[in-house]
């Protein structure tokens, strides 16, 4: 898995491409936790991964409670594919804000 940040304005924009499965979640979950001390709105962009499984589902499960402790807000953006059946299938959906694109996620945030 790559993972690329990038800064919009107040918000950072992690970029992942790839699988985001049990291999690849701890290298995930490191760069989420940097990323959570410098970032107060996080945008995961979801357009380049082809396959999540369980073990990456519950890694951003659980960023999103350390977010959610650090008063801070996380979207997911770009949700496609098997990745977006994943969600549909666990109903994950229903946790996590998610929106066709990173600019609708961005501005999704309040002023």
């Not at 589902?57 to 949700?79: D, P, W, Y």
């Amino acid at each position: 898995m790559d993972i690329s940040f990038n800064q919009v304005n107040k918000t950072t924009v992690v970029a992942l491409s790839g699988w985001l499965d049990a291999a690849a979640a701890p290298e995930l979950k490191q760069a989420l936790a940097q990323c959570l001390d410098q970032a107060s709105q996080l945008v995961i962009d979801f357009s380049q991964v082809a396959f999540i499984d369980s073990t990456g589902l519950g890694t951003l499960i659980s960023f999103l409670k350390n977010v959610e402790k650090a008063g801070k807000e996380m979207r997911i953006a770009c949700l496609q594919g098997k990745p977006l059946r994943l969600f549909e299938m666990t109903r994950a959906y229903k946790i996590f804000a998610i929106h066709k694109t990173v600019d609708l996620a961005i501005k999704s945030f309040s002023p």
